[in-house]
């Protein structure tokens, strides 16, 4: 299965990823992750990334692009994967179809998790990351997965919450016609209990052809 994710920041994304990778058994590629492990080492790529990140706005494309296409190349992805955070603009997803269309391997499915502007901001500013494994949680002093620090995100902060939802709406809302227009789109209401969210994802992909 070659499947994407797209829904705005805090839809709960990483957390639904983590789910369908294991129940398709393919690799959960995260740009987002990709970028934090960077940071965290200290790489080229992370101090590429810091200062757009910090702000809220895209990491530019020549950077993002390369890293995606590079980690599609992995053993890991032969046989699918699930990109979460990519694309997240239009020439993105260009791109995608391009290194896709190249090796014969075309996408299944992208799948949209769709939530309110206010939800969004709710969840956003209330959610807390592990440090050490980057499960999101609400509320806990520590991590409920890995007993991990939990830390606010910089950019999970008001102001940067305010300019990552605009870049979302300007930049990353209009691959969603772009992947209807492809026959590719299939969406699924982000608000409910998590459970109930992935089991009508994993209902609307079984449709799927693979
Ligand atoms: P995420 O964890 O997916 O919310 O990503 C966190 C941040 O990483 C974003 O706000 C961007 O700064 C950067 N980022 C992640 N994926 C991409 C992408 N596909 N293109 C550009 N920047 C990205």
């Not at 075309?106 to 309110?116: I, T």
């Amino acid at each position: 299965m070659r499947l994407v994710l797209v829904g705005p920041p805090g839809a709960g994304k990483g957390t639904q990823a983590q789910f369908l990778a294991a129940h398709f058994s393919i690799p959960h590629v995260s740009t987002g992750d990709i970028f934090r492990a960077n940071l965290k080492a200290g790489t080229e790529l992370g101090n590429q990334a810091k200062g757009f990140m910090d702000r809220g706005e895209l990491v530019p494309d020549s950077v993002t692009n390369e890293m995606v296409k590079d980690r599609l190349t992995h053993d890991d992805a032969v046989n699918g994967f699930l990109l979460d955070g990519f694309p997240r603009n239009v020439v993105q997803a260009e791109v995608l179809r391009a290194i896709l269309a190249d090796k014969k391997t075309p996408l299944h499915a992208v799948l949209e998790f769709s939530l309110a502007d206010e939800e969004i901001v709710a969840r956003l500013s209330s959610r807390r990351t592990c440090r050490d494994c980057g499960a999101p949680s609400v509320g806990v002093d520590k991590c409920p997965t890995c007993g991990g620090d939990v830390y606010q995100r910089e950019d999970d902060k008001a102001e940067v919450i305010t300019r990552r939802l605009e870049v979302y709406a300007e930049q990353t809302a209009p691959i969603i016609s772009f992947y209807r227009n492809e026959g590719l789109l299939i969406s699924v209401s982000a608000v409910g209990k998590v459970e109930d969210i992935t089991a009508h994802a994993i209902s609307a992909l079984s449709r799927v052809a693979q």
